[in-house]
């Protein structure tokens, strides 16, 4: 019987191990790659250009969730209104995208961990960055044709055909009432770039007053409706 050297056996149990090293199962990949496209809401064919995307998540942490949100990274588009952020999948809960531009409302994105891809793949998100417009009005009800009569007034943003999406807005939509002889203050955010409507009634007469105003992107309107 033939008898081999001990570092010939040591030789074929390494030669062994790599080949067992080279046909196993490599580890789950960690690492999520997010790449967001930020586009104009108005024109979704435009790029957003200058916006600020952040990547937050909650973690879990030595067995205890932050309930809050954490930054991980930020980055600012470029003409592409491309960028790509990374975190780790391990012990993520919950993930998000937030879009920041100056004269726009900010845009959140959740997102899933357990849909995300973790071997390297981005994970694409596209994100309409909307333009907002700050409206501030005065309602006086001293000059109207009824008096001793509360002025009724209302507020109807328009949608704009072809948009990414709806048109947003903070304004109170439904009919308010202003006492005779008082003023009442209201400010609200819409959508850059659209036009709101504003109706008012008086409910002595067959009275109503119809008008519009334009709101242009990061801009501010005064109007005194009186």
């Not at 588009?77 to 975190?87: H, K, N, P, Y």
Request: glycine share 8%.
């Amino acid at each position: 019987m033939s008898r081999f050297s001990p570092h010939l056996l040591l030789g074929w149990a390494l030669a062994a191990m790599l080949v067992l090293g080279w046909t196993g199962c490599d580890p789950e990949g960690q690492d999520i790659v997010v790449e967001v496209h930020a586009i104009q809401w108005a024109q979704p064919d435009v790029p957003e250009e200058g916006a600020t995307v952040v990547l937050e998540e909650q973690r879990l942490t030595n067995g205890v969730l932050n309930s809050f949100f954490t930054e991980i990274e930020r980055q600012t588009t470029d003409a592409t209104g491309v960028v790509t952020l990374t975190t780790t999948r391990s012990n993520v809960l919950a993930i998000r995208v937030r879009v920041e531009q100056e004269g726009c409302f900010d845009e959140i994105v959740e997102l899933n961990p357990e849909d995300l891809w973790t071997d390297g793949t981005p994970n694409v998100v596209d994100v309409a960055v909307m333009p907002q417009c700050r409206v501030t009005a005065d309602i006086v009800n001293d000059n109207s044709p009824c008096p001793g009569f509360d002025v009724i007034y209302k507020w109807t943003p328009r949608e704009v055909a072809g948009a990414a999406s709806d048109v947003r807005w903070t304004c109170d939509t439904d009919w308010q009432a202003v006492g005779y002889g008082e003023t009442e203050n209201a400010t609200c955010y819409v959508t850059g770039d659209t036009w709101l409507l504003h109706r008012r009634f008086w409910s002595c007469a067959d009275s109503t007053h119809l008008d519009s105003v334009f709101c242009p992107m990061g801009g501010v309107v005064d109007l005194t409706l009186d």
